[in-house]
């Protein structure tokens, strides 16, 4: 079965935050995969692509978002934990 395969079989492999779940077929003559995100949601790529991107991070395009919701969320804490006028002098260097 694995004889004579022409390329490295990416499964069970993971890059970022996907997980290569199988070979789906060939895009612009290059393999591509079908993987699963941490997100849950599925991602088909081709391999150099994955490749390429264990340097960064990986995802199906939802980190991008994550990232957003992420820094909306600290930016409201921040918002919630200002001091008082009083204080703000004080404790200005958390915000600078
Ligand atoms: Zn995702």
Known sequence: M???R???DLTGHRYGHLTVI????TKNHRPTWRCLCDCGNEHTTTGA???AAIK???SCGCLRTQMRIEQARR???AKR???PTGN???YGWLYS
């Open 22 to 25: 199988e070979r789906v077929g």
């Open 75 to 77: 930016m409201r804490e």
């Open 49 to 51: 692509n994955l490749r």
């Open 56 to 58: 960064g991070t990986q």
């Open 6 to 8: 022409p390329l490295t």
């Open 81 to 83: 934990q200002h001091p």
């Open 88 to 90: 703000a002098r004080r």
């Open 2 to 4: 694995a004889r004579g």
